[in-house]
């Protein structure tokens, strides 16, 4: 097995990450922060790259792995309106509770 420099096997990865975080997430801050994430990861996991087969498969999963679960947290914060709250006529915002006080 070939010895793995981190800047000239691994950074170089970055914009591959980068598109790939990005294609998950379809947001560029979420994508850049999934690259930076990913790279500390590697980075802690330095002893164990002599057994990697592939480095560049191994930060593709770890990136893939990051996006998918920040989609999934992002998509549980969602909250959509159940048809009898959208038709509800009770007064639950500041502004409104304003207007029926006059």
């Known amino acids: ?9 691994i950074l ?25 994430d990913t790279l500390i990861r590697v980075w802690n996991r330095r002893d164990e790259w002599s057994t990697l087969g592939s480095v560049e498969a191994y930060c593709y999963t770890i990136a893939r792995n990051l996006a998918l679960d920040r989609r999934e947290l992002a998509g549980s914060r969602t909250v959509e309106l159940t048809p009898e709250a959208e038709n509800s006529t009770e007064n639950s915002g500041p502004y409104d509770r304003m207007i029926s006080q006059e």
Do not use: C, G, H, W
Not at 1 to 9: N, P, T
């Open 12 to 36: 170089p990865l970055r914009d591959k990450l980068y598109r790939l975080a990005l294609r998950i997430t379809l947001n560029s801050a979420e994508a850049e922060d999934i690259v930076q």
């Open 1 to 9: 097995m070939q010895e793995i420099d981190f800047r000239k096997d």
